[in-house]
């Protein structure tokens, strides 16, 4: 599995998927209330079930590639959204997710 399979999957899985990258790290956030109230193991397992991706292929991309998926609640959206402009003001790291269908300097 590639990035931009997992990408696909997301989006084509979950209506609220947003993607931000700060340095060194690409951020994944799924957003779903399916995840409200759960423990991470749980909403793991959910996430991989929805997507029909299999835990050794996630594994794997987890693995190799510096990316995290944050899987929230969808209340968790302004918050989210806010922690991504601090670490991009404080850190000085510029998005290059543009290519990937993204634009969060639209979303200040």
Partial sequence: MT???LLDT?????ANVEIAYVHPT????????DFAGRDEDYQIEYFLRKCGVSEESFNRLVATATI???LLRLSANRDMRLWIRLQVRNIGFHFWTAKLGINYLQHR
């Avoid at 997301?10 to 979950?14: G, I, P, V």
């Fill in 26 to 33: 690409l951020y994944v956030f799924c957003l779903s209330d």
């Fill in 3 to 5: 990035i931009q399979e």
């Fill in 68 to 70: 995290s998926l944050c």
């Fill in 10 to 14: 997301c989006r084509a899985n979950f």
